[in-house]
């Protein structure tokens, strides 16, 4: 029988279990043998981490071609306009391409967030806003990189969802299993 693990990742932990660098990782949080994490989230980002034995169910998380939604609550600096949230959702053109359509919506900040360590600079001069952005790919960095490329640099990052999955009643740094 296979092992599903959700994973409510804290910021600045790497999303591996080994590190030659003395950096957090997953081994410091998650002592279960044999699992792996199906798809990253970066080191600047938080939430929801899927960690599975079962190799099949590891690449349908993963692999573009199957395109898994994957939904993040996003703080940007500044406020987008139409525009933006319309360039968002039509796909960007980044490095590596044209991002496929994401839905993007601007919405308040999350009831339920966290505090976070360390905590996101504030700049009185400029505001920030929150956007709730899924995708069904996964590059490197990828809704990092759309937030910038319309103008609004990414300053938190938590992903919520999963496919079916999601964050509800998982504490930072915690684990359940699905």
Excluded at 2 to 11: A, E
Excluded at 30 to 36: A, F, L, S
Excluded at 94 to 122: C, F, I, M, Y
Aim: with cysteine.
């Amino acid at each position: 029988m296979s092992r599903t693990i959700l994973f409510n990742k804290p910021h600045g932990v790497l999303s591996q279990f080994t590190d030659g660098q003395a950096r957090a990782t997953l081994s410091d949080f998650i002592d279960v043998p044999k699992v792996y994490a199906a798809g990253r989230l970066d080191r600047d980002s938080e939430g929801l981490l899927v960690l599975t034995d079962d190799g099949k169910l590891q690449a349908k998380i993963a692999h573009p071609k199957y395109k898994a939604e994957k939904t993040y609550m996003v703080q940007v600096e500044g406020e987008p306009d139409a525009s933006a949230l319309a360039a968002l959702r039509g796909g960007v053109v980044l490095k590596d391409g044209r991002t496929r359509p994401a839905k993007v919506e601007a919405v308040a900040q999350p009831a339920w967030l966290w505090p976070r360590d360390p905590p996101v600079r504030v700049r009185k001069t400029v505001p920030d806003s929150w956007l709730k952005i899924a995708i069904t790919e996964g590059r490197n960095r990828q809704v990092r990189r759309m937030c910038a490329a319309v103008g609004h640099p990414c300053l938190r990052l938590i992903r919520v969802q999963i496919g079916a999955w999601t964050l509800d009643g998982i504490d930072p740094g915690t684990w359940r299993d699905a």
